[in-house]
Antibody, heavy 118, light 110 residues
Framework: EVQLVESGGGLVQPGRSLRLSCAASGFTFDDYAMHWVRQAPGKGLEWVSGVSWNGGSKVYADSVKGRFTVSRDDTKNSVYLQMDGLRAEDMALYYC???????????WGQGTMVTVSS | QSVLTQPPSVSAAPGQKVTISCSGNSSNIGNNYVSWYQQLPGTTPKLLIYDNNQRPSGIPDRFSGSKSGISATLGITGLQTGDEADYYCATWDSSLSGVMFGGGTKLTVL
């Protein structure tokens, strides 16, 4: 079964850091780019960041550029999102998503919640 | 405010047809594939349409997609109460070098 399982979310104070992890299974991980999409409570979907299949290209939304870093470890079939300098507006459910050919988010994880509050 | 513009809400009666529009520009919809996602209440988004008009396996042919110029449209026929959900369009934006989502459209089946 193709599956993405996120972890690492939680409550963090403004300005602090958090690292999200996403473990993939059921498919050839290093064939795919992987992305992160977030959804603030009661709001729409917002693309956050992505890393290419070989890790050579990384892209970020302007709202997180310079604060978030995406990475992958193909030996562990995992993708990560290092979030530094967290702000109240970063509070959201963070989804790990497989990015397939044709710019498609075809597999979604269940999400991990990040709460930023003092 | 989203780069891709969708109506906040649409509604129709069971059995009827509804369309949801998604408007962008030449940097996004105009030169890239559009996909659509359905998010049922309290659930994870699900891919509904990819490559403008292709349905993944398991998606009924009641759902269709089209693209013309800088706009895309999702069509749903034979509406069912189970179709009540939020629908999002998405595409790559070449000038922003990232993926853009529409603001989402809430479908109500009256």
């Amino acid at each position: 079964e193709v599956q993405l399982v996120e972890s690492g979310g939680g409550l963090v104070q403004p300005g602090r850091s958090l690292r999200l992890s996403c473990a993939a299974s059921g498919f050839t991980f290093d064939d795919y780019a992987m992305h992160w999409v977030r959804q603030a409570p009661g709001k729409g979907l917002e693309w956050v960041s992505g890393v290419s299949w070989n890790g050579g290209s990384k892209v970020y939304a302007d709202s997180v550029k310079g604060r978030f870093t995406v990475s992958r470890d193909d030996t562990k079939n995992s993708v990560y999102l290092q979030m530094d300098g967290l702000r109240a507006e970063d509070m959201a459910l963070y989804y790990c998503v497989r990015f397939a050919y044709g710019d498609v988010f075809d597999i979604w994880g269940q999400g991990t919640m990040v709460t930023v509050s003092s | 405010q989203s780069v891709l513009t969708q109506p906040p809400s649409v509604s129709a009666a069971p059995g009827q047809k509804v369309t949801i529009s998604c408007s962008g520009n030449s940097s996004n919809i105009g030169n890239n594939y559009v996909s659509w996602y359905q998010q049922l209440p309290g659930t994870t988004p699900k891919l509904l349409i990819y490559d403008n008009n292709q349905r993944p396996s398991g998606i009924p042919d009641r759902f269709s997609g089209s693209k013309s110029g800088i706009s895309a449209t999702l069509g749903i026929t034979g509406l069912q109460t189970g179709d009540e959900a939020d629908y999002y369009c998405a595409t790559w934006d070449s000038s922003l070098s990232g993926v853009m989502f529409g603001g989402g459209t809430k479908l109500t089946v009256l």
